[in-house]
């Protein structure tokens, strides 16, 4: 998949904005500037090449969330950047991101990995609410697991872009290995979903009734048990 060209992606052109600077691996830090943004909409700005390690809850909503949940309107830009749940034992289960009726989250040069919710949704990502939408630019959802959708869920009323992304080595006990998705739009440019598995169905991607996806130079492959269910839901996907 050398032609996605993720590693080569260049971050898109936004409106001078004030920015919140995060130092690297400071996760208190973070929650604190996703709580202030969730009121000002200051973009975040995360420190390159660096991992921000997650070692517990902020709260246990939906089978728990490492960070504060989104409700306002920003970015967060790293270049190279991973915020990742711990794998050390004694963690807790929960998921890294979650984005609520309203929020609208985009992460730049992102890597989102090792969220874990068992009995819930979006082991990586989770974005749900009327209104509420996530783009993931030049990064990826990678190592997460939950019941339905291992790295992705996008629940009714919510939308997600990926653009020039990768969503790799995710599970579901459920439906939905990379992406689950019941809202109103997805879209993937320049992406990819691969090596993705399910103990149902859409080990890649799994389409809910009433939502629309769509694929523009982009790939599903190598997922089990499928690729994307139901069997034609997504157009362009070998099932």
Known sequence: MAGLGLSMAVLPVTPAHAVTFVPCGNVAALRAA????????????????????IRDTVNTTNGGNGLPS????YSISGSDTTVRRSTEAGIPNFRIFNVVSGGDLTLNSIHVLHGRVPTGAGGGIRVSGAGSSVTVFGGSVRDNS????GGIRIGLGASATLNSSMVSGNDA?????????????LRLDFSAVRNNRSGLEGGGIYEGPGSQVSLASSAVFFNIPNNCRPVGAVPGCPN
């Not at 996703?34 to 921000?52: D, H, K, Q, R």
């Not at 989104?70 to 309107?73: A, K, L």
Request: net charge neutral; glycine share 18%; aromatic share 2%.
């Open 173 to 185: 006990s459920g439906r939905g290995g990379g992406i689950s998705h019941a809202g109103s739009t």
């Open 146 to 149: 939950a019941q339905t959708g």
């Open 70 to 73: 989104v409700t306002g309107s």
């Open 34 to 53: 996703i709580n202030a943004s969730n009121t000002s909409n200051e973009n975040i700005a995360l420190a390159p090449n660096c991992t921000y390690t």
